[in-house]
């Protein structure tokens, strides 16, 4: 019967912990719902992720553990990564995160709209740190340009904000004045990775910022997309990842659109190039040079 874990002091390790690390000992690994209920194990560094597979936690090996916070009663800094299991463990954090930014947030969200509730029920949180003197920079990808909600939710910020969109960009990334970095762990982001090691934390700005660079600002939305021989900037998107062989359903995840739109957008870009084909279509991008140009 496994032992029922109780509130203790951080720098503590319980008996439930025991129990569990001890199993994960014998096991070489165990997986996240078992180690759920003790937290404890990897507030201190006995459980790490697998960095093969983050569904499982490995044990830190016991000849490691003097250099571990609270167990002989030596300090050291804390974990450099952290696994988040779970949307409350994950919002929690950010919120903790979103409350110590006192200079810069930076935040990557990929997708089409986001859903109006969510953009009110973060609103309050992304105006405090404007309010108090932050800067925030978010990159979207092109279908956001068209979001009223968005458009609605950048209108009503007072600060020091600014959006940007690319036809791609990574997967959802925040970072909080280049010292603390969240990203999914998990396809349907119920389990991400809480990263304070300065050379990750600094890659993952960096990585943002070149984004940035060459993203198109949001503003102004009036203007129309600039097309050569008839074919937009997102048709030329769309072409080069047809030229990959990704499927439809692919391109609408990749783009941030949905299936229905990317097809709309193959139909047009056969009908400028004259294709009556799939296959045929490729060929016609492939001579046509559309790729080989600057955008």
Request: hydrophobic share 40%; with cysteine; glycine share 8%.
């Amino acid at each position: 019967m496994a032992t029922k874990h109780l509130l203790h002091a951080v720098e503590e390790l319980c008996e439930a912990g025991l129990h569990v690390y001890t199993r994960a000992l014998h096991g070489g690994r165990i997986h996240h719902s078992e180690a759920r209920a003790v937290p404890c194990l990897v507030d201190l560094g006995l459980l790490r992720p697998d960095l093969v597979d983050l569904q499982w936690l490995r044990p830190a090996a016991p000849a490691a553990l003097h250099d571990l916070c609270g167990v002989l009663g030596t300090d050291v800094e804390g974990p450099s990564l952290t696994v988040l299991d779970g949307l409350d463990q994950i919002n929690s954090a950010i919120d903790r995160a979103m409350y110590d930014v006192t200079d810069e947030f930076l935040a990557v969200q990929p997708g089409g709209t986001r859903p109006p509730e969510t953009l009110a029920e973060v609103f309050p949180r992304d105006q405090a740190i404007l309010t108090r003197g932050c800067r925030m920079r978010t990159l979207y990808q092109h279908t956001t340009r068209h979001s009223l909600p968005v458009l609605a939710y950048f209108e009503q910020l007072e600060g020091d904000t600014e959006a940007r969109t690319l036809d791609e960009v990574t997967d959802r990334l925040f970072v909080f004045d280049r010292t603390v970095a969240f990203i999914p762990a998990s396809k349907d982001r119920t389990i991400a990775l809480e990263l304070r090691h300065p050379a990750l934390v600094e890659y993952f700005a960096t990585t943002f910022w070149r984004l940035w660079r060459l993203a198109t600002p949001m503003w102004p939305q009036a203007a129309p997309q600039p097309s050569e021989g008839g074919i937009t900037a997102r048709q030329r998107a769309i072409a080069g990842l047809l030229v990959e062989g990704l499927t439809d359903a692919e391109m609408a995840d990749r783009l941030g659109m949905n299936i229905r739109t990317a097809r709309v957008h193959i139909a047009k870009l056969a009908a400028t190039l004259g294709s009556s084909s799939r296959a045929q279509l490729g060929y016609l991008i492939g001579q046509s040079g559309l790729l080989d140009r600057e955008p």
